[in-house]
């Protein structure tokens, strides 16, 4: 962001640039709550579609931060061998702290979540699986906290940590009561790891690995 940019301006910009990045997504979310959670299963047009959004959704977000003078290289992730070791490693971290969530949550509402018929029931083949997976590992984790959580950071670290995971829970409240919870710890893990090394390929393997695993374990 340009030196002169003061802390209203660049929150304006993050409001802006989540609207575009996760506005149509928190609708389809909210929607689905309001009906009740229709359950459609995950197909390979859907993930396609999915795709097809966010690479749309992200060079309109990149145009826009073009434009307002943010340096955009802050939110490439440099892909290294070690990186990918650590994304493992938080991945099974996520696992750890969300998995305990997640069962709180269905033991007080003992009933199967939405999310698990959409992933139970899907029909998908391998290369569209890959090609979502790492698409939307980059593209959350680069605008959610590559992005948000540093830009907010100037308002404090628990409130720029906190916004990102009120986007993040507020896309996937589709999932369903547990599906949204187990997300919120998943988050907060990335979240804090990049706090701590400021290094976001990391956080995006560890996202697309969760992809992966998510679909390859059903």
């Known amino acids: 962001m340009k030196q002169s940019a003061t802390l209203s301006d660049k929150t304006a910009d993050a409001v802006i640039v989540m609207a575009i990045c996760f506005g149509w997504f928190i609708l389809g979310s909210i929607q689905a709550v309001a009906s009740g959670f229709p359950t459609r299963p995950f197909t390979d047009s859907s993930f396609i579609g999915i ?37 493992l490693a938080l991945y099974v971290v996520t696992v750890l702290v969300s998995w305990p969530l997640e069962f709180l949550m269905k033991a007080a509402h003992p009933v199967t979540q939405p999310i698990e018929h959409m992933v139970a029931n899907a029909t998908i083949s391998f290369l569209p699986l890959v090609a979502m997976s790492v698409v939307n590992g980059f593209y959350e984790e680069v605008f959610l906290i590559g992005f948000l959580q540093r830009t907010l950071e100037g308002l404090g670290v628990a409130f720029a940590i906190g916004a990102s995971l009120l986007v993040r829970m507020l896309y996937h409240l589709y999932q369903g009561p547990s599906g949204a919870i187990s997300v919120l710890g998943f988050g907060l ?12 390929w990391p ?16």
């Not at 749309?56 to 990918?84: D, E, H, K, M, S």
């Not at 893990?189 to 976001?200: A, E, G, I, N, P």
């Open 51 to 87: 795709i097809g959004f966010e690479v749309v959704f992200a060079a309109v977000a990149a145009g826009y931060l073009w434009a307002r003078g943010y340096n955009l290289r802050q939110l490439l992730p440099v892909p290294t061998a070690i990186g990918c070791l650590v994304g």
């Open 189 to 200: 893990v990335l979240s804090v790891y990049f706090l701590w090394k400021r290094k976001l």
């Open 203 to 218: 956080v995006a393997f560890a996202h697309i690995s969760a992809d992966v695993a998510g679909f390859a374990v059903w």
